[in-house]
């Protein structure tokens, strides 16, 4: 069973910088793809960006690209979202998910449906 544990959230202010880390424990061979998703009150979750564990490449939501990244550290399993130039309505709670489904080409990996291992969230709240 792979278990994926987010942790990095807190409080902030808009303009701040926050980075998440995401990580993957125990089979973690089985993971094809990494995905960061976030849920706002009252909204469905979704994408935020995905990062391929076999090529490393990454694919963004077009509200977070140029201010957000993700990395990974591969000795370590952990995949990373570093968040920079936060606004109030980056306020959500954060997903790390694993993805058993392989895919070419990164841009499939923005579907909830294809991570069937997720992390329990980290809540992140950015003021004005």
């Known amino acids: 069973q792979v278990g994926v544990l987010e942790s990095g959230g807190g409080s902030v202010r808009a303009g701040d910088s926050l980075r998440l880390s995401c990580a993957v424990s125990e089979h973690a061979f089985s993971i094809f793809a990494v995905g960061w998703f976030r849920q706002a009150p009252g909204k469905v979750r979704e994408f935020v960006g995905a990062?391929?564990?076999?090529?490393?490449?990454?694919t963004y939501v077009d509200s977070v690209k140029g201010r957000f990244t993700i990395s990974r550290d591969t000795a370590e399993n952990t995949v990373y979202l570093q968040m920079n130039s936060l606004k109030p309505e980056d306020t959500a709670v954060y997903y790390c998910?694993?993805?058993?489904?392989?895919?070419?080409?990164?841009?499939?990996?923005?579907?909830?449906?294809?991570?069937?291992?997720w992390g329990q969230g980290t809540q992140v709240t950015v003021s004005s």
């Open positions: 998910a694993g993805s058993g489904n392989y895919f070419s080409n990164i841009l499939s990996y923005w579907r909830l449906a294809e991570y069937a291992y």
């Open positions: 990062v391929s564990r076999t090529t490393s490449e990454t």
